[in-house]
Every structure is written in C-alpha cells, then in structure tokens.
C-alpha cells in the first residue's frame, strides 16, 4: 500500500476555474433575470408601450424612485434563486434521510478495510452504509468529512473481490480527501435555480391537440403565453451553459478520485478491474435513492434520473435528437469508463501490486 498523497493540483486548479465561470455566469443570469423582471414590471405600469425601450434601464420609472425602478426587480430576481436553493437544499436532505432508511451495517470486513483506507488517508472514518439493490455502485453523500457517508449496494458486495471492493472504498474516500463534494454541490446550483426556472415556465409535456395555447406548444413542450415562454428559453440558455462549465469539473473529479484510489491502495489495477466489473454488469434500477444519488456514484446507473435536477424538468427534451444526444454527453458527469481505464492502466508502471 501506498502511503504518500500529493496534492493534486489541476483538481485544485479545476475547481477555481468553476466556481469563477460558474460565478460569472450567476451574476449574468441574475442581472438578466432582474431586467426581465423589470421589463414586466415597466409593461404593466406606462401608459404607452412605445416609451418601454427609452425607460428600461433608467434610473427612474416615469418619476418613480429608483427603488421602485430597480430595487424590486433585483428582490425578485434574489428571491427566485433563495428559494429555488433552498428547495433544493430541502429535496436533497430528504434523499440522504431516504437513503439511510434503508441501509444496515456492513460486513465487518468491508468495515475493517475502510477503517484502514481513512488511516491512511488522514480523514476521518466516514459513516459505511450497505443499501438492498440489484445495482454495482457505490457513492459518498455529506459536505464535509466529518459528515461523510459511502454508501454501498448488496450487488457490489456480492459481486466484487475483497481487493476491488478495498479499491471502490478508496475511490469513495480520495473524494472526501479531496473535498470536491461541496465544491460540486456548490457550482451545480445555478443549474438546478436554472432547472427550476424552466419547470416553472413550461407546463410539461402534452399532446399538441389538448394545449390552450398551441402557439406556444414546442415539441410537446407548452409555455403560458409570451412571458413564460421569454423566462423559459432565457433558463434554458443558462442550464445549457452552466452544465457545460460544471461537467468538465465533475468529470476531473472522478478522475482525480481514481488516481487517489490508485495511491491508496497501490494498486490502479484494482480499481480498474473494479471499473470493469460494475461498468459492464450496469443494470437499471427503478430505487429512486439510486437515481437520485446517480451522479455522485462511482459509474453512473443505466437508466436513472439526474439526482440535482430529479423531478424538475430541462431544456433537453425539446431540442432535436441529434443536438440532445450532443450535448447530454459533453455534459456527461463521469468520463467514459474505457477512458478511467485506460488512465489507471498508465500509472501501473509506477506501482507494484
């Protein structure tokens, strides 16, 4: 076993470009989303629409004070992103109390080799959770280490070598060293305030010939009229570009978490071997505490639902087939399995198992 860890700075480096990107984009959105509110506000309030260009971005509105022309827009626009983050901070607490509902205790083997891995890793023992289900995956919920929990299934406890398994505990336990779960959690905000938006805006789909508003209706898609319709492409827009700069970071992160596994252990064979093993025995699992946990788990599960955007919709659906399949995987969480591989088997010169 390996005993050094260093610092991995390109990780440290991929998560200061994020939250920069992701902190820019905010800062658009939000002034953006203000000015649309405003806009209403002003279509509402002038006598004559022809004067609304020349007084959007006055100071005043038509004599009114400057709180009024943009203090309540930038309330409103605060508000928007308060409430939908703290939606999501509430939905994704009941996941992980879902989550621990149905676990039980580890074999006290596997509780041995994870006792041993945070040693090594100078982090404190996490919390090690055996959930009933069919699926091979594994995954770490909490911010901090302190309140980490790795999670695993029956299935891969079942189905992995003692070594494989030691393996996916020191992947799990390289993100908890790493910290990059806060800071992931942090740069997917956006997303789902985004996600939100677009949900709010849009009606879900229905069959054109049932729409009130068939002029409104897209792919299946129904907005209520103009406004819904300019606030839900403008949250459309901004899903799209915060999922792009946060996937280049989330990828990177398993990575990274990889070659930790590699360092812990001292074996990226191991963990390849384990990448193989769930990776090719993927089978989808209706669980909504496995969907919901999909992009956090060690290989993603076929056919489970986005767990920051679960029951919300996104702009996905009515874009054509083509460009979706495009952009679903340059917004792909984890990399291709075969690339994690063939990463891992380029460090085995450096170790010997």
Known sequence: MSDSWSRDYRLIAHMAVTAVLIGLLTVLFACVLALLVRIAILALSVQSLAR?????????????????????????????????????????????????????????????QLTMLATTADVPVPDLRVIESSALTAFTTGLRPASAQITVTTALVATLSP???????????????????????????????????????????????????????????????????????????????????????????????????????GSPTAMATALETVDGRSVPDTDPRIGGANPLAIVPVADSTDAWTSGWQTPLEILPETLREWIVRRTAFHPATATRIDRLQELTADYSD
Request: net charge positive.
């Open 52 to 112: 609304l260009p020349d007084i959007v971005l006055s100071v005043e509105s038509g004599g009114r004070p400057w709180w009024y022309a943009w203090g309540i827009p930038v309330v409103a626009a605060g508000s928007v992103f308060a409430g939908l983050t703290w939606l999501h901070r509430w939905r994704r607490g009941l996941l992980r109390k879902r989550i621990g509902a149905g676990t039980r205790d580890p074999p006290s083997e596997l509780q041995r």
């Open 163 to 265: 070594e494989q398994r030691r393996a996916v505990l020191a992947h799990e336990l390289s993100h908890i060293k790493n910290g990059d779960a806060a800071v992931m959690n942090a740069v997917m905000l956006p997303v789902v305030v985004a996600s939100g938006l677009w949900t709010a805006a849009t009606t879900g789909p229905k069959d054109k010939s049932t729409a009130s508003h068939p002029r409104a209706v897209y792919r299946g898609v129904q907005f209520e009229g103009v406004v819904s319709a300019v606030y839900g492409v403008f949250a459309g827009l901004f899903w799209i570009l915060a999922s792009f700069a946060t996937a280049a970071f989330a990828r990177y992160r398993e990575l990274a978490a990889d070659r930790g596994a590699a360092a812990l252990t």
